[in-house]
């Protein structure tokens, strides 16, 4: 009799032991998915970011040229603004505060990304833009990037 019982205590054990063990697996296995999907954001943020300077740099001292930039937000973002960064203008009321305060005290920065995460800004180099600081939403949109010698006009392409 004993052994039995024995047993049917030792096969509760293995199974607890078994659920324990998966449980660990299953939340070490989301956390790693999170970490990753983290990376992958940062990493998309660090190419839209350098593929717009590098965009901006390559145009900026070819005057009278376009080109076509389009680009694909990611992580949640869904807005991108540009913001005047040749000619010094009033800011308007109807912007982000954040943007706002950032023109205001004056920071340099001259792009802006919003979304669920906030906003991202980061500069470009000197840029032009109509009306001074122009918001576009979406997930995909084109630029239409002019080199003015030594600055870039950007507007929204079509």
């Known amino acids: 009799m004993t052994d039995k ?13 078994a659920i324990v063990i998966t449980t660990l697996i299953l939340i070490f296995g989301y956390r790693s998915m999170m970490i990753i999907q983290e990376r992958g954001c940062d990493i998309c943020l660090v190419k839209l970011r350098n593929d717009l300077s590098n965009s901006v740099e390559s145009i900026i001292t070819d005057y009278g040229s376009v080109s076509r ?4 937000m990611c992580c949640g973002l869904n807005q991108i603004c540009f913001v005047e960064s040749v000619d010094s203008f009033s800011v308007p009321s109807s912007i982000d505060p954040i943007i706002k305060d950032s023109i205001k005290s004056e920071t340099g920065m001259n792009v802006f990304l919003l979304g669920e995460k906030g906003i991202q800004p980061f500069n470009i180099g000197k840029i032009s833009t109509e009306p001074n600081v122009m918001c576009l939403k979406g ?3 084109s630029l239409k990037l002019e080199g003015k010698g030594n600055y870039v006009q950007i507007s929204k392409w079509g």
């Open 139 to 141: 997930t995909r949109m």
């Open 5 to 17: 019982k024995s047993q049917i205590f030792s096969q509760i054990f293995t199974y607890i032991l």
């Open 69 to 72: 930039k389009d680009i694909q």
